[in-house]
T-cell receptor, first 120, second 111 residues
Framework: GAVVSQHPSRVICKSGTSVKIECRSL??????MFWYRQFPKQSLMLMAT?????????EQGVEKDKFLINHASLTLSTLTVTSAHPEDSSFYIC????????????????FGPGTRLTVL | QKEVEQDPGPLSVPEGAIVSLNCTYS??????FMWYRQYSRKGPELLMY????GNKEDGRFTAQVDKSSKYISLFIRDSQPSDSATYLC???????????FGQGTTLQVKP
């Protein structure tokens, strides 16, 4: 149980284009989803928190107009990187936190496999 | 000073060794502690979680929390080459629901 998928796993795009990344909880309802960014040999940096049906809460320094987050249902959240530039190249990881009763406790986050974005 | 300190390593051990991974933290509001394992180019995978001080065992893994010293550990017994990965400690302060991660320790188990 508690499986989270991400699509695509890898994407290469040209500078100035927009890229959408999907995050799905496959076998549980995710009341909250999180989006992280990870640079090589570094830990995960939280970008934003999204709750189903409401606006995402962005961490300080994260441009909300550049990283658009939509959490349309209890199993799907999307991150759109708008007008991507080479400095946006990174590993983007989503996580989902489900309802009480899931193994791992109420604060446990289950992570997707990540999406590697390369902007040329 | 970072809220969570974790030695990035790398840590290299022979197969079969006991591995000790550690994190220290400064915020006494942390109440919930987790260890994740991350293989290269993959998302983190939950290994252990615990609320309270003391030990929690799951197979070859033991998580230890000492809240008085603000120190947590993960022990791996009979380490295997397949344990080679980055191990991240993570903590939740109060009711925020946000995970605060350590930097991660890279472990290599040599056959």
């Amino acid at each position: 149980g508690a499986v989270v998928s991400q699509h695509p796993s890898r994407v290469i795009c040209k500078s100035g284009t927009s890229v959408k990344i999907e995050c799905r909880s496959l076998d549980f309802q995710a009341t909250t989803m999180f989006w992280y960014r990870q640079f090589p040999k570094q830990s995960l940096m939280l970008m934003a928190t999204s709750n189903e049906g409401s606006k995402a809460t962005y961490e300080q320094g994260v441009e909300k107009d550049k990283f658009l987050i939509n959490h349309a249902s209890l199993t799907l959240s999307t991150l759109t990187v708008t007008s991507a530039h080479p400095e946006d190249s990174s590993f983007y990881i989503c996580s989902a936190r489900g309802e009480l009763g899931l193994a791992g406790g109420p604060d446990t986050q289950y992570f997707g496999p990540g999406t590697r974005l390369t902007v040329l | 000073q970072k809220e969570v300190e974790q030695d990035p390593g790398p840590l290299s051990v022979p197969e079969g060794a006991i591995v000790s991974l550690n994190c220290t933290y400064s915020n006494s509001a942390f109440q919930y502690f987790m260890w994740y394992r991350q293989y290269s180019r993959k998302g983190p995978e939950l290994l252990m979680y615990t609320y309270s001080s003391g030990n929690k065992e799951d197979g070859r893994f033991t998580a230890q929390v000492d809240k008085s010293s603000k120190y947590i550990s993960l022990f791996i017994r009979d380490s295997q080459p397949s344990d080679s990965a980055t191990y991240l400690c993570a903590m939740v302060p109060g009711n925020t629901g946000k995970l605060i991660f350590g930097q991660g320790t890279t472990l290599q188990v040599k056959p």
